[in-house]
């Protein structure tokens, strides 16, 4: 299984760029660098945590979910606040007009070869503590000539309140797709005693956008991811409340050759 050190990479970011303007350069743990930029009060900017925003319909005929109230909403189509981004020189992060599911636009990565292990290009924002997280997207992805690769789509990255004695140190839950063409269900907990290191098999990368989900309960113990129709749930480590960060793109991103081609659109996390 391919390693990867998510958190490292996150918190060296620092403060964010806007898409158009040359970034700082900061480096993760892995070694591979990643430009960093600030606050993205000019990027394309999501509403505040229970704004209402008109949906309506296109690209595959379906409306924006930000009509209603959630913790955090992104459709991709205004204007955002919030988000950090973290950059790669070979990983472009744009907005795409041509392929969305709410009108009219989405989040759109291309990831391109790199000899580093891991070269990510993604959004994160901040979310408050809870024991129930559920967390969504419309996904697309094509993974071309990237043999035994990888990359994160849409995940939350949670660490415990600072003072409150746990054996947990970080709670990591993401939806991958890799090269075997299908889409994963990651979970890693680093933990002295019983760390966790899981990866569950959930369904065939389509051709177009498909909703993939994660459904925490850290108080029951239990996982649900999803893409599509299919769904795993499985057993995890309980916990308290916790806060953390979501993160949207291509958070971790190995591939030495070929190229990747993502498409991230209405987030929804409650």
């Not at 189509?77 to 472009?92: F, K, M, N, Y």
């Not at 916790?242 to 993160?247: D, E, F, H």
Request: charged share 20%.
């Amino acid at each position: 299984m391919i390693r990867r050190r998510l958190l490292g990479v996150v918190l060296a970011a620092g403060a964010c760029t806007p898409f158009d303007e040359s970034p700082t350069t900061s480096t993760g743990e892995d070694g591979g660098s990643a430009d960093a930029g600030a606050d993205a009060s000019s990027l394309p900017s999501p509403r505040d945590a229970g704004e209402s925003r008109d949906a309506g319909d296109g690209g595959t005929g379906a409306g924006s979910p930000c009509a209603g109230k959630h913790v955090v909403c992104e459709d991709f189509d205004g204007e955002w606040s919030g988000w950090q981004t973290v950059t790669h020189s070979s990983s472009p992060l744009n907005a795409d007009t041509t392929r969305f599911v709410s009108p009219p636009r989405s989040l759109s990565v291309e990831v391109n070869a790199k000899v580093n292990e891991n070269h990510p290009s993604f959004l994160s924002r901040p979310f408050p503590a809870a024991q129930r997280f559920s967390l969504s997207a419309d996904v697309r992805a094509e993974l071309t000539g990237a043999p035994d690769s990888e990359v994160d789509l849409l995940g939350l990255e949670l660490a415990p309140p600072t003072g409150i004695p746990t054996e947990i140190r970080r709670y990591y839950v993401a939806i991958i797709a890799r090269s075997d063409g299908n889409f994963h269900l990651e979970v890693k907990i680093e933990a002295p005693v019983q760390p966790v290191d899981m990866s569950v098999e959930l369904a065939p990368i389509p051709a177009d956008f498909t909703r993939i989900s994660i459904d925490l309960d850290l108080a029951a113990g239990t996982i649900v991811g999803a893409a599509g129709p299919v769904q795993q749930a499985r057993p995890v480590t309980t916990a308290s409340s916790m806060s953390g960060t979501l993160v949207v793109g291509a958070a971790w991103a190995a591939n030495s050759r070929g190229t990747y081609a993502i498409n991230v659109d209405n987030v929804v996390l409650d």
